[in-house]
């Protein structure tokens, strides 16, 4: 997979601020403010899992590392099954 960059990078950091194109951005107001919220992502856990060869090759190929693909699959699985807790899913 080529992920070679088609921006001007050298442009981009020529540009002050005023080059800046923030007309189609609304103001942020202090309604917007009264409202907003500080999140942080969790720190992620690391842990050990056996995977079979295939499946990983698979997740190899997918263009970011194996892990990280692996660790978003699981993520929207979990998310898809939020209603269905896994002890209820088996006995059906």
Do not use: C
């Not at 921006?7 to 609304?26: F, G, Q």
């Not at 998310?79 to 269905?84: F, N, T």
């Amino acid at each position: 997979m080529n992920n070679t960059s088609k921006t001007d990078w050298a442009r981009i950091d020529a540009m002050n601020d005023e080059h800046i194109d923030t007309s189609d951005i609304p103001p942020l107001t202090d309604e917007f403010f009264s409202k907003a919220q500080l999140r942080l992502p969790k720190s992620p856990l690391t842990i050990t899992v056996q995977v079979d060869p295939e499946t990983f090759a698979w997740f190899q190929t997918q263009g970011e590392t194996a892990e990280q693909q692996m660790s978003v699959a699981l993520k929207i699985y979990a998310e898809a099954h939020k209603a269905y807790p896994l002890t209820e899913a088996k006995s059906a």
